[in-house]
Antibody, heavy 118, light 111 residues
């Protein structure tokens, strides 16, 4: 069974940093692109970043480019999101999701809440 | 900001058919990228409902169907049930953004 579990969310002050993790199990982790998607309170889904299975291709939404860094450790079946220079508008539930070749997000974690507030 | 436009809400009586539109542009749906649909029940993570424009993952009832034409796509729910009350999102790839894009989301209400 495919399982994704995010951790690392919490309350952080504007300008601060946070590192999210996503532990994957139940599939060959290194064969899949992994993505982060966020959802601000009461709002819709926003794609944040993607990383290919080998980490050779990495992309970011314009809203986080230069502040967030996606990475993965295939030996640990783990995905990460380093978030720096956090702003109030980064407040959201952050989901990690598996993305097969077809481009759909076929499995999602339960999400972790990041709150940026003074 | 979302580049795929959906109606904010649709409603229907139990047993009725409702459709949700998803309008994109020449850099995403119109560029022949596939459209996928997700259902998000209150307080839960999104769940894949339709992939590759019209395919249902195992376990998704055949009451849900998807289609695509030009720069738009649609999700249809036939035989509407109370448990279908949820938010629905379309998603595709945008070549100008080099990333995935989601629709604005549609809340389905069973009246």
């Amino acid at each position: 069974e495919v399982q994704l579990a995010e951790s690392g969310g919490g309350l952080v002050k504007p300008g601060g940093s946070l590192r999210l993790s996503c532990a994957a199990s139940g599939f060959s982790f290194n064969r899949y692109s992994m993505n982060w998607v966020r959802q601000a309170p009461g709002k819709g889904l926003e794609w944040v970043s993607s990383i290919s299975g080998s980490s050779s291709s990495i992309y970011y939404a314009d809203s986080v480019k230069g502040r967030f860094t996606i990475s993965r450790d295939n030996a640990k079946n783990s995905l990460y999101l380093q978030m720096n220079s956090l702003r109030a508008e980064d407040t959201a539930v952050y989901y990690c999701a598996r993305v097969p070749l077809g481009g759909d997000f076929d499995h999602w974690g339960q999400g972790t809440l990041v709150t940026v507030s003074s | 900001q979302s580049v795929l436009t959906q109606p904010p809400s649709v409603s229907g009586a139990p047993g009725q058919r409702v459709t949700i539109s998803c309008t994109g542009s020449s850099s995403n749906i119109g560029a022949n990228y596939d459209v996928h649909w997700y259902q998000q029940l209150p307080g839960t993570a999104p769940k894949l409902l339709i992939y590759g424009n019209s395919n249902r993952p195992s376990g998704v009832p055949d009451r849900f169907s998807g289609s695509k034409s030009g720069s738009s796509a649609s999700l249809a729910i036939t035989g509407l049930q109370t448990e279908d009350e949820a938010d629905y999102y379309c998603q595709s790839y945008d070549r100008s953004l080099s990333g995935s894009v989601f629709g604005t989301g549609t809340k389905v209400t069973v009246v």
